[in-house]
């Protein structure tokens, strides 16, 4: 009894394992859709590089910012790793692709504005993505800048700047 009860666990955790590195797309399909715009963006991005060899998937998010001020519109700021799999550059199909855990992942913030849930060319979007073992304090606080320049250089809508028809 004990034999086969063994041999059931170990043949569940044998098809877990092989079920699940399967589909390395999870937790980009549980993102919101103002999010996945950027790091569709940024994968359209980092894939467009010559040097770039491997086809890159969304990894996880450390930090997602969501400010709304009205009219439709939204500012997005998004840090999130992306990591190397299997694939080619190129890989239309990418639900087969496996990570691959050889390769540092790439460290990632986009930071634009959208209105009626678009990504709006001006100001225009900011993406920096680089190697987390090379990123430095500085390239955060350069980040950081950025992404509040955009925020504040265009201003935001408020009620006092609508013009009503009574």
């Known amino acids: 009894m004990l ?18 590195p399967s589909n390395a797309q999870p937790a980009y399909n549980n993102l ?10 940024t994968l359209e991005e980092v894939g467009s590089h010559a040097s ?19 009219f439709n519109v939204k500012f997005i700021k998004h ?40 990504i709006e060319a001006e100001p ?8 987390k073992p090379v990123l430095t304090e500085d390239m955060r606080t350069s980040r950081v800048k950025q992404c509040e320049a955009m925020k504040y250089s265009i201003g935001t809508p408020t009620l006092l700047s609508s013009t009503g028809d009574n």
């Open 32 to 41: 919101p859709e103002s999010f996945k715009k950027g790091v569709d963006l």
């Open 124 to 131: 225009q979007p900011y993406v920096h993505c680089v190697h």
């Open 79 to 118: 840090n999130f790793y992306l990591k190397a799999t299997k694939c080619q550059k190129g890989t239309i199909d990418a639900t087969s692709c496996q990570f691959r855990n050889d390769r540092p992942l790439i460290d990632c913030v986009t930071c634009y504005k959208t209105f009626q849930g678009e």
């Open 52 to 70: 770039i060899l491997h086809h890159f998937l969304f990894f996880r998010s450390l930090e997602k910012y969501e400010f709304e001020p009205g």
């Open 3 to 20: 034999t086969t009860m063994a041999g059931f666990l170990l043949w569940v955790f044998s098809f877990g394992c092989l079920a699940l």
